[in-house]
């Protein structure tokens, strides 16, 4: 039996079958990728500039964060399920981070630093 299992190779993405292998045959979790992407942008945006669009994109995207509503399949919790992220511990990071960031009214905003964005194949 040794034998005959020594004889097959097998590559650590076979065995190991990295979750982002999903996102590439599936446009639907890229687009939940992105789209959480783009709440926490906005999320972020708020706290560091100013203006009423700034501002109010930076609610709705708080709002959609921290709300536990999962009957919508581009809910927070349910991007979550998908990518096999935890809210409860991506919550209490956006919350840190908005205790330790200045308001929007400073008058130096930090730079926000996006994701790297990939292109689809």
Same mark, same amino acid.
């Given at each position: 039996?040794?034998?005959? &299992?020594?004889?097959?190779?097998?590559? *650590? +993405?076979? $065995?190991?079958? *990295?979750?982002?292998?999903?996102?590439?045959?599936?446009?639907?979790?890229? &687009?939940?990728?992105?789209? @959480?992407?783009?709440?926490? @942008?906005? $999320?972020?945006? !708020?706290?560091?500039?100013? =203006?009423?669009?700034?501002?109010?994109?930076?609610?709705?995207?708080?709002? =959609? @964060?921290?709300?536990? +509503?999962?009957?919508? *399949? $581009?809910? $927070?919790?349910?991007? +979550?399920?998908?990518? !096999?992220?935890?809210?409860?511990?991506?919550?209490? !990071? @956006?919350?840190?981070?908005?205790? =330790?960031?200045?308001?929007?009214?400073?008058?130096?905003?930090?730079?926000?630093?996006?994701? *790297?964005?990939?292109?689809?194949?």
């Amino acid at each position: 039996m040794h034998e005959l &299992l020594s004889s097959i190779s097998i590559l *650590p +993405d076979q $065995f190991y079958s *990295p979750r982002t292998s999903l996102a590439n045959r599936c446009p639907e979790v890229e &687009l939940m990728r992105a789209v @959480l992407a783009d709440a926490l @942008l906005c $999320f972020q945006k !708020g706290r560091v500039r100013q =203006g009423r669009r700034v501002q109010r994109l930076a609610r709705e995207a708080e709002e =959609g @964060l921290f709300s536990a +509503d999962a009957r919508w *399949p $581009f809910s $927070f919790v349910s991007i +979550d399920a998908v990518l !096999g992220l935890e809210p409860a511990y991506l919550r209490r !990071g @956006l919350r840190r981070w908005r205790q =330790g960031q200045p308001n929007a009214e400073a008058k130096k905003p930090p730079r926000v630093v996006s994701a *790297p964005r990939r292109l689809a194949a």
